[in-house]
């Protein structure tokens, strides 16, 4: 399973993009993968979700989480879901997201010209 957040929001497995729910699912997956292996505290996520939280937040975003799990356990081979102490954490393979593969892919590139600057010639 592949996450792309580097432009539009997609989940894509073996090639087909995986349908996530609505608007408050969409954002919801959107903060977990910016903060892949991270917990993101459940106010933290209240604050993205809900401009002003309703009464009923807490049961919101138990309904909103558990949509995103159905649909990331039917989709998924290697990602899941937790619950964590004080909020919930998507738990992925980091290259499975697009945002951190460009990171790391910029970091072999600054190191490359690190390197060339420090009199190294470029190799292919």
Known sequence: MQFRILGPLEVDRSGQVVGIGGARQQRALA???????????????VDVLWEEPPQSTRQQ?????????????????????VTADAGYRLSV????VDAYRFQTSLR????????RGAGRPWSI
């Open 108 to 115: 072999a590139a600054e190191k490359a010209e690190a390197e």
């Open 93 to 96: 393979p980091p290259d499975s």
């Open 61 to 81: 975003v138990y309904n909103v989480i558990g949509s995103l799990r159905r649909t990331l356990q039917a989709a998924s081979n290697g990602a899941a879901l």
């Open 31 to 45: 903060l977990l993968v910016v903060n892949a292996n991270s917990v993101v505290p459940f106010g933290h996520l």
